[in-house]
């Protein structure tokens, strides 16, 4: 039987995984606040940005983003708590065969979502097209952009994961893509269509098994949901 003392250390620790999910998701908001200084202070809406506002709006958020996952990482390993691995996985082919399978499926949603075209060419046309010769430098710090926000989507997966792991054990599931889908994908509904949001909450899912399937290892994780961002 567990004593006090334990039930008490266990409550604390699903506080914890919680409150560092909502920390990561307030991350995600805080670029809505930034955005909304920054309109005020250039005048303008974020689709009218320069190119020099849009590259300080991408580095600030970058800086927030990092910082903050960062934080809610270093924190929690303080406290006992290591929700990633740093493990280098050993994966089979039939587990390869499964993330590649999710990834292509994922970038079809996406491309349905872009008028079935391929999403970083389109994005690199618009830049190009809104900032000429500064297009590419536009693209680059976009996908660094694209970078930042996998990490904090790993961050809610991870602790997500973690919290549902330590409330039912013993049962393998994607408790993360439930703690982002709740969240990061259900958010969309306040900023995007409800298209958009239904997309969100289904690339949830699909982050929360890559996230069993690659063994929860840091490096790896963040390259292939990183990868369904961009595509």
Same mark, same amino acid.
């Given at each position: 039987?567990?004593?006090?003392?334990?039930?008490?250390?266990?409550?604390? #620790?699903?506080?914890?995984? @919680?409150?560092?999910?909502?920390? %990561?998701?307030?991350?995600?908001?805080?670029?809505?606040?930034?955005?909304?200084?920054?309109?005020?202070?250039?005048? %303008?809406?974020? $689709?009218?940005?320069?190119?020099?506002? #849009? @590259?300080? !709006?991408?580095?600030?958020?970058?800086?927030?983003?990092?910082?903050?996952?960062?934080?809610?990482?270093?924190? %929690?390993?303080?406290?006992? =708590?290591?929700?990633? #691995?740093?493990?280098?996985?050993? /994966?089979?082919?039939?587990?390869?065969?499964? =993330?590649?399978?999710?990834?292509?499926?994922?970038?079809?949603?996406?491309?349905? /979502?872009?008028?079935?075209?391929?999403?970083?060419?389109?994005?690199?046309?618009?830049?190009?097209?809104? !900032?000429?010769?500064?297009?590419?430098?536009?693209?680059? *710090?976009?996908?660094?952009?694209?970078? %930042?926000?996998?990490?904090?989507?790993?961050?809610?997966?991870? *602790?997500?994961?973690?919290?549902?792991?330590?409330? &039912?054990?013993?049962?393998?599931?994607?408790?993360?893509?439930?703690? @982002?889908?709740?969240?990061?994908? @259900?958010? !969309?509904?306040? $900023?995007?269509? &409800?298209?958009?949001?239904?997309?969100?909450?289904?690339?949830?899912?699909?982050?929360?098994?890559?996230?069993?399937?690659?063994?929860?290892?840091?490096?790896?994780?963040?390259?292939?949901?990183?990868?369904?961002?961009?595509?």
């Amino acid at each position: 039987m567990m004593t006090t003392l334990t039930v008490k250390n266990n409550r604390k #620790r699903n506080l914890n995984c @919680l409150s560092y999910i909502l920390i %990561a998701f307030g991350l995600l908001g805080g670029e809505l606040v930034l955005v909304a200084i920054e309109q005020a202070i250039y005048g %303008a809406d974020l $689709s009218a940005f320069t190119l020099g506002q #849009r @590259l300080i !709006h991408w580095s600030l958020t970058i800086v927030l983003w990092v910082a903050g996952c960062s934080y809610c990482y270093m924190t %929690a390993k303080k406290e006992g =708590i290591e929700p990633l #691995r740093v493990i280098q996985p050993s /994966l089979t082919a039939k587990t390869w065969f499964f =993330i590649v399978v999710i990834v292509m499926i994922s970038g079809l949603l996406s491309s349905y /979502l872009w008028g079935w075209q391929f999403k970083p060419f389109v994005e690199f046309q618009g830049m190009m097209e809104r !900032h000429d010769s500064g297009g590419i430098l536009a693209f680059i *710090f976009q996908q660094m952009y694209y970078i %930042a926000e996998g990490l904090v989507i790993v961050m809610i997966i991870a *602790f997500g994961q973690t919290l549902g792991e330590q409330l &039912i054990k013993g049962y393998v599931f994607p408790w993360g893509s439930i703690a @982002l889908g709740l969240t990061w994908g @259900l958010g !969309h509904l306040l $900023s995007q269509d &409800i298209v958009t949001a239904l997309y969100c909450v289904i690339f949830s899912l699909f982050c929360g098994v890559l996230f069993l399937l690659i063994k929860k290892d840091a490096k790896l994780s963040l390259i292939v949901i990183t990868l369904m961002f961009i595509i």
